[in-house]
């Protein structure tokens, strides 16, 4: 069963598409049944990929009725009535409201709107919280400024259990009025309000599409909750329309494909180009290698042409692929080349400039051993702001760390066997930070948490050992008491140590909003 389905084209999701169509591919050929779920789609394109699938609309209806208001048909393009709209609705403090912002500069230029024009409130959750914030992020951070007005901020490159804690006090009465999201909150977020407030019509660089439109505002209303949803239109909607599902093989996957096993599914010109692919590669690595990244799945890329690339250009140029090894150093300063060789021969969409995420790449290597407000500090010389610090670590440890895999792999292919550096490659997939504490942010505790736990003597991150399962059976076998008893932890650090161990025990006899 694949739940959002309408990822898998590159319509939706460019980025994630040939991933997710690949894995299909790999499990169709395990399971007999198949169930693809997708919301609002009203028709399915027919290609070789949809061919043999069953287009059946189950549901076509509301559990809340949305109330649907377009103010922005009052004030047209006035910027300054736009954003008295926004302030008048949200100051009420009377009902929750999320605000779709549309992009990341749009959310800052909301969060300056607030500040300026909303006093703060005082709260004993937003008060502790953001002092928290400044304490271990940046002490002038905006965030911690909205915070201090009982508004969240969600989005897709922030530390997830930033994000899990801001969801969570926006559930409480007393917690959060607002959050100002960007299309996350609409991602396997398990939230919603009585009011939602589309601010702008975009979705990152591009205009909103229907059926995103409709998957934010079907955030407003809860049944039995919010039995009506406000929907406070401050820009014009999409038009409307009946979404056809477009699902195509993205052309960069066909590296990863057989000719034999998925011709069923293949063009013969897509089949051509498997053949071609599989020639050229075989003729730089052998046939040998070349059978063993398909059967084993050893690359992570899809994009056929740029592992072609990548491997002509070390058969090619084979000395200037000499200090690889390098990476392996504990010196940072020793990464800038090979760091910067391998990212020119992927140009595109990374979001920033290459000098930038090396620069925070080798300042990341610090993760552990330095206070994070010390080292977000450190590179606003470099342009750097905390907010460039959350995209960069993401982009490092997912985008970054899956390219350099594939260049080990292919490194030891052609240019020398005994050099990998797939330790080094662990560890910045991880952030640099040892295992658990990295894995254990995905569950809600913070990095500067597991820091005092581990000082504190309480469990040893550094052991090599020391994975995500033992790391959670060590705290249950602890105990709550035991973790708050650490000295070293301040009022909401024990909050957030409760809001952890109500995730990872099935029930809690003292409910984490009794906490501070």
């Given at each position: 069963m694949?739940d959002?389905?309408?990822?898998a084209?590159?319509?939706?999701?460019?980025?994630?598409a040939p991933?997710?169509?690949?894995a299909i591919?790999?499990?169709?050929?395990?399971?007999?049944?198949?169930?693809?779920?997708?919301p609002?789609?009203k028709?399915?394109?027919?290609?070789?990929?949809?061919?043999?699938?069953?287009?059946?609309?189950?549901?076509?209806?509301?559990t809340?009725?949305l109330?649907?208001?377009?103010?922005?048909?009052?004030?047209?393009?006035?910027?300054i009535?736009?954003?008295?709209?926004?302030?008048d609705?949200i100051?009420?403090?009377?009902?929750k409201?999320?605000?779709?912002?549309g992009t990341?500069?749009e959310?800052?230029?909301?969060?300056?709107?607030?500040?300026?024009?909303?006093?703060?409130?005082?709260?004993i959750?937003?008060?502790?919280?953001?002092?928290?914030?400044?304490?271990?992020?940046?002490p002038?951070?905006s965030?911690?400024d909205l915070?201090?007005?009982?508004?969240?901020?969600?989005?897709g490159?922030m530390h997830?259990?930033?994000?899990q804690?801001q969801?969570?006090?926006?559930?409480?009465e007393?917690?959060?009025?607002s959050?100002v999201?960007?299309s996350s909150?609409?991602?396997?977020v398990?939230?919603?309000?009585q009011n939602v407030?589309?601010?702008?019509?975009?979705?990152?660089?591009?205009?909103?599409?229907?059926?995103?439109?409709?998957?934010?505002i079907?955030r407003g209303g809860?049944?039995?909750k919010?039995?009506?949803g406000?929907i406070?239109?401050l820009?014009a909607?999409?038009?409307?329309?009946?979404?056809q599902l477009d699902?195509d093989?993205?052309?960069?996957?066909l590296?990863t494909?057989?000719e034999?096993?998925d011709?069923d599914?293949?063009t013969d010109?897509q089949v051509e180009?498997?053949?071609e692919?599989?020639t050229?590669?075989s003729?730089?690595?052998?046939?040998?290698?070349?059978?063993r990244?398909?059967?084993?799945?050893i690359?992570?890329?899809?994009?056929a042409d740029?592992?072609?690339?990548?491997a002509?250009?070390?058969r090619?140029?084979?000395?200037?692929?000499r200090?690889f090894g390098?990476?392996?150093?504990?010196?940072?300063d020793?990464?800038?080349?090979?760091?910067y060789?391998?990212?020119?021969?992927?140009p595109?969409?990374w979001d920033?400039?290459?000098?930038?995420?090396v620069?925070?790449?080798?300042?990341?290597?610090?993760?552990w051993?330095?206070?994070?407000?010390?080292?977000?500090?450190s590179?606003k010389?470099?342009g750097?702001?905390?907010?460039?610090?959350?995209?960069?670590?993401?982009?490092?440890?997912?985008k970054?760390?899956a390219?350099?895999?594939?260049?080990?792999?292919?490194?030891?292919m052609?240019?020398?066997?005994s050099?990998d550096?797939s330790a080094?490659?662990?560890?910045?997939?991880?952030?640099?930070?040892p295992?658990?504490v990295?894995?254990?942010e995905?569950?809600?505790?913070?990095?500067?948490?597991?820091k005092?736990i581990h000082?504190s003597g309480?469990?040893d991150?550094?052991?090599p050992?020391m994975?995500?399962l033992k790391?959670?059976?060590?705290?249950?076998?602890l105990g709550k008491?035991?973790?708050l008893?650490i000295r070293?932890l301040?009022?909401?650090?024990?909050?957030?140590?409760?809001f952890?161990f109500?995730g990872?025990?099935?029930d809690?006899?003292e409910p984490?909003e009794?906490?501070?």
């Amino acid at each position: 069963m694949v739940d959002e389905f309408y990822k898998a084209s590159q319509k939706h999701d460019r980025d994630r598409a040939p991933a997710l169509i690949k894995a299909i591919l790999k499990l169709s050929k395990k399971a007999k049944q198949r169930y693809y779920l997708a919301p609002n789609i009203k028709r399915l394109s027919d290609n070789a990929f949809t061919r043999d699938m069953e287009f059946v609309e189950l549901l076509d209806f509301n559990t809340v009725y949305l109330d649907i208001k377009e103010p922005y048909k009052e004030f047209g393009k006035d910027e300054i009535k736009k954003g008295e709209k926004l302030i008048d609705l949200i100051s009420q403090q009377t009902q929750k409201s999320l605000i779709y912002a549309g992009t990341y500069s749009e959310i800052k230029k909301i969060s300056e709107l607030v500040i300026s024009k909303i006093q703060p409130v005082d709260r004993i959750y937003t008060s502790h919280f953001s002092k928290w914030l400044r304490q271990n992020y940046q002490p002038d951070w905006s965030l911690a400024d909205l915070v201090d007005r009982a508004i969240g901020v969600h989005n897709g490159s922030m530390h997830r259990c930033l994000s899990q804690l801001q969801i969570r006090l926006f559930e409480y009465e007393d917690g959060f009025d607002s959050i100002v999201s960007t299309s996350s909150i609409i991602e396997g977020v398990n939230t919603s309000a009585q009011n939602v407030i589309v601010w702008k019509s975009k979705l990152g660089n591009t205009n909103l599409k229907d059926f995103t439109y409709k998957n934010i505002i079907g955030r407003g209303g809860r049944m039995f909750k919010y039995f009506v949803g406000n929907i406070y239109l401050l820009d014009a909607p999409p038009k409307s329309e009946d979404v056809q599902l477009d699902i195509d093989f993205p052309e960069e996957i066909l590296g990863t494909l057989d000719e034999v096993r998925d011709s069923d599914q293949l063009t013969d010109r897509q089949v051509e180009r498997i053949i071609e692919y599989r020639t050229q590669m075989s003729a730089i690595i052998g046939d040998a290698n070349f059978s063993r990244i398909k059967r084993d799945n050893i690359l992570q890329d899809s994009d056929a042409d740029f592992l072609l690339r990548l491997a002509m250009d070390m058969r090619d140029n084979p000395d200037e692929w000499r200090g690889f090894g390098y990476l392996n150093s504990s010196n940072p300063d020793h990464w800038d080349n090979m760091l910067y060789r391998v990212l020119r021969l992927k140009p595109g969409n990374w979001d920033t400039q290459f000098g930038k995420l090396v620069t925070a790449t080798k300042a990341m290597a610090h993760n552990w051993d330095r206070d994070l407000p010390q080292l977000i500090s450190s590179l606003k010389g470099d342009g750097v702001d905390i907010e460039d610090f959350f995209k960069l670590e993401r982009t490092m440890t997912f985008k970054l760390a899956a390219l350099l895999s594939d260049t080990n792999e292919l490194h030891k292919m052609i240019i020398n066997p005994s050099i990998d550096i797939s330790a080094f490659i662990g560890r910045m997939s991880r952030a640099f930070l040892p295992s658990a504490v990295y894995h254990l942010e995905e569950y809600g505790l913070p990095r500067m948490i597991s820091k005092k736990i581990h000082t504190s003597g309480l469990i040893d991150f550094q052991d090599p050992s020391m994975d995500l399962l033992k790391a959670i059976d060590r705290f249950k076998n602890l105990g709550k008491d035991a973790v708050l008893a650490i000295r070293s932890l301040g009022p909401f650090d024990r909050y957030v140590v409760r809001f952890f161990f109500d995730g990872i025990t099935l029930d809690d006899p003292e409910p984490t909003e009794k906490a501070i």
